[in-house]
């Protein structure tokens, strides 16, 4: 399984920040996808996620203003953080897991930079 993410930037305090990764490979195997992001001297930590089912977990910290969603016939997840915060600043990663049947791997796309500016 491949990841490939797009979207981020530079955006405004108070405005959005829209995200989405496209899944390759044996799509099939995959259960959750989601997005983590990491802050400068922090580590990395989960934004939100979403089952093939449709369960989704979100971190306290955007909860009430983001949105995960999942076209799983596109396997692809997107993200839509409102409100933004400068603490919203980071590198934000693409994730999946894969079912255990599967071997329960764990990955990861490249990086994409959201800077959050006053």
């Known amino acids: 399984v491949q990841l490939q993410a797009s979207g981020g930037g530079l955006v405004q305090v108070g405005g959005y920040l829209s995200l989405s990764c496209v899944a390759s490979?044996?799509?099939?195997?995959?259960?959750?996808m989601g997005w983590y992001r990491q802050a400068p001297g922090k580590q990395r930590e989960l934004v939100a996620e979403?089952?093939?089912?449709?369960?989704?977990r979100y971190a306290d910290a955007v909860m009430g203003r983001s949105t995960i969603s999942r076209d799983n016939a596109k396997s692809t997840v997107f993200l839509r953080v409102n409100i933004l915060k400068p603490e919203d600043t980071g590198v934000y990663y693409c994730?999946?897991?894969?079912?255990?049947?599967?071997?329960?791997?764990?990955?990861w796309g490249q990086g994409t930079q959201v800077t959050v500016s006053s």
């Open positions: 994730n999946a897991r894969l079912y255990d049947g599967d071997g329960g791997d764990v990955i």
């Open positions: 490979g044996n799509i099939f195997s995959i259960d959750y």
């Open positions: 979403v089952t093939r089912g449709g369960v989704r």
